[in-house]
């Protein structure tokens, strides 16, 4: 072979190396490539640094993030506020019903990862530095690109799609401090442009050995005008409660007529109840707006007369008829939504037994 043939066949066989390499490149992308691809499938670093907060609504539940990875999620039917979960500062705070605590654990860490995934409106720019690729995972028909990192207590796994590398799925894997197995998925919906933003519009939720959620977000802002302590406060609206023996005072949190009667959802809890000492059968004076009405008060809804008895025109104060931690007042019969008016939202309420 000459010398010329020699080198042409070394070029030719450089050139098939280049382009196997090419080829093996854009099948199995580098970490590095499936972040930014990531990354510009929500618009690019540009853009995604012009967006300070961001913020949408699930149910009764509005969730506020920041590019710095604070959350602030706050529940309730406005203007009440009945709980409050703050992410900021290495920690995570709850206040339910003007009671706060520090939420460690899963709970801390779950939140922590939101934080960081809703800051970057559901892209990875906030884990950067902190992933492990784990190559190609086949869920049904699809593979997606799966990439890792830890939040202890837990193992968090992230599922891209291979056309567009938006997040497909995300996992939470550990134990839970009794030592049973934890693992909650969220499965995206495909993403959408709203607001300027391009984002998931809804997604479904689901723990292993438990039923499944399907959340649904709406009313997308970016950019909001928040006040600057807004991510300082875990603040709640809910009126506040005084109780002592045969006594309570309070707010009205929420007030419904049906066809069946009035509800007014209040703010006493259980400890409430038990300061004032009352048991079920007691005879209650309510007080609201200078109006005395009679109420029979039950413990638990077990204790509650058949529902035929109650519809007679019974007026009562119970658990909330669809669980929760606050007590109702419940008027049933055809006179009892005249009262309706008379309980506007945070307006104050008073009990004594008679």
Do not use: C
């Not at 997040?167 to 839970?176: A, I, M, P």
């Not at 391009?198 to 292993?208: I, K, M």
């Not at 004032?276 to 638990?300: P, Q």
């Not at 007042?329 to 008679?354: H, M, N, S, Y």
Request: no cysteine; charged share 25%.
């Amino acid at each position: 072979m000459t010398m010329r043939a020699s080198r042409r066949l070394a070029a030719g066989i450089l050139s098939l190396a280049g382009l196997a390499a090419f080829a093996s490149a854009q099948a199995n992308p580098s970490l590095k490539d499936i972040i930014e691809k990531n990354i510009q499938a929500s618009g690019g670093k540009e853009k995604l640094a012009q967006i300070q907060n961001f913020s949408f609504k699930s149910g009764s539940t509005r969730y506020y993030a920041t590019s710095a990875g604070e959350l602030k999620l706050t529940t309730g039917k406005e203007p009440v506020i009945t709980e409050t979960v703050l992410v900021r500062g290495g920690k995570v705070q709850r206040n339910y019903f003007n009671e706060t605590i520090e939420l460690t654990g899963i709970r801390k860490a779950t939140n922590e990862v939101l934080a960081k995934l809703y800051g970057g409106l559901f892209s990875l720019i906030r884990f950067q530095g902190q992933l492990d690729y784990q190559g190609l995972k086949a869920y049904g028909p699809e593979k997606l690109h799966h990439l890792s990192t830890k939040a202890e207590p837990l193992q968090v796994n992230f599922f891209l799609l291979q056309d567009d590398f938006r997040l497909k799925r995300l996992v939470f894997q550990g134990q839970t401090p009794e030592g049973e197995k934890y693992e909650v998925n969220y499965d995206f919906a495909p993403f959408e442009d709203v607001e300027g933003v391009t984002v998931p519009l809804s997604w479904f939720s689901s723990q292993v050995g438990t039923r499944g959620t399907l959340v649904e977000i709406s009313e997308v802002k970016v950019n909001q005008l928040l006040d600057k302590d807004f991510f300082a406060k875990a603040e709640v609206n809910v009126g506040a409660t005084e109780a002592k023996p045969g006594r309570l005072k309070g707010n009205v949190l929420d007030a419904n007529v049906s066809p069946n009667g009035f509800t007014a959802a209040t703010n006493w809890m259980k400890k409430d109840i038990d300061k004032a000492g009352f048991k079920t059968g007691d005879k209650l004076s309510l007080i609201v707006e200078d109006t005395e009405i009679e109420l029979v008060f039950y413990a638990t809804a077990n204790e509650l007369p058949p529902q035929p008895e109650l519809a007679k025109g019974a007026r009562i104060l119970a658990p909330q008829a669809r669980g929760g931690d606050t007590f109702a007042i419940q008027f049933f019969g055809g006179d009892a939504g005249g009262f309706a008016a008379k309980f506007k939202v945070l307006a104050p309420i008073e009990i004594t037994r008679k």
